[in-house]
């Protein structure tokens, strides 16, 4: 009886602190790994997060066409295997969670997500979450109401066998092959699409009550360029909680390469999601990795004002995002009320200025929303933008090929290519090696001769 009170009293302790010990020490690991020139202030690689996670050769097929599509063109040639993807997101995932800590951000992804039936894809979701992962299904959203409620409930009870659901849909003119738009010639297209997938969703909480994240991903080619800011105008109220844009990358299944994918720059594709936006957006208040990577815009918006949620030209701001991170580190804030409560009590113990600090920058957060009665009237809502720019295949595997011998390239471009693989925020797990290896040299390097080898193991 003593024993049992004391294993709760320890088990209590251990999930109000702020960080679970075991992300303490991957945090430390991580930042430990990372390079130099992104351990900047506002670095929250190995602070705050041990970066996002995806999933790899556990469902590669997809039967859509993207042009350009990262994956390899061997990835049609699996077949879908629910054994197989169960085994293997329980194993990539016991990988990251040993690695990478708990309460990681992880993306089930591959080829496209519901060609698993219904059971297979809860079962890998389940695995994820038993495995302390926050999982994210990537879809291109061409599925009816039907498969995310045969999804979201237990067969046997028809009860709810998840409290929540987050999904990415991908929509974009470089897709082919949609159902009831076969191509799209522009992307406002598609919007009636985009609109049906938040409202699957919407119905999906109403009728059961499984509350949802949803997140808009986007390529971004020389054609859909300038299409970028009407898509964000368009999408921004639709029920998106993030609206992602990828500049398209030379990288994956050639024979879908059709434009100079570098014929922009980066610049040009976040100036179009400003435009869009009708704000300037903050992705300096703080970074995550290296910024020839990602990019990342915390915010919302008050009507049809939008407020950053920092403000990276406010001093202010950065001392407390700076509190805050000593305060709270990795710490979860999807947990019981109770628990959370706890937790930030005990983030204010281990460093009170926060609290002070906290209170300023909350003042200046409701001035940003345009005061106290403009955030009354139309209660802010979240909405965060991201610009994650793959590399091209060509300068990943000679940098990756270097930095597995262990040397740093003289050729400025591959070194640059070498830094931003070490400073990665987007890793896949190979639980046969113990290495995490991040999603370019994962796709550019080592995804043909994987899927060579499921296509020989999964005969049909
Ligand atoms: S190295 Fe590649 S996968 Fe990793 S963050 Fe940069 S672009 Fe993304």
New binding site residues.
Partial sequence: MIGAVAARLRELELRTRPEHPDLTAALARRWAELPAHVKTENQMLGRRTA??EGTHGVFPRCDLACTPCYHSREANRVRIDGEHTRREVDRQMALLREQRGPGQNAQLIGGEVTLLSPGDHAAALQAMLAHGRKPMSMSHGDFDYAYLKALALDPATGKPRFTHLSFAGHFDSMMFGRRGLRRARHETELNPFRARFCAMFARLEREHGISHYLAHNMTVTPRNLDQVAGVVRDCRDMGFRMLSFQPA?HVGNESRWKEDYRAFSTDAVWGEIEAGAGARLHHRALQ???E???RTAYGGYAGDRYFPLLDEDDPRDQRFLADFVAACGGMDFAAPKPILAARLARAGVRHPPVLAHAAGWAHRLVGRMGGVRAARRTPPRALTFVM????DARD?RPAWAALERGEVSGDPAIRA?QE??Q?????MAHPDSGELV??????SVLDPLENLRLAAELRR
């Fill in positions: 970066g996002c990358a995550i990795g290296d020839r990577c990602n994650h720019a793959f590399m990943v290519t931003r693989l400073a990665c925020s987007y890793a991040p999603a370019c040299a994962q796709h």
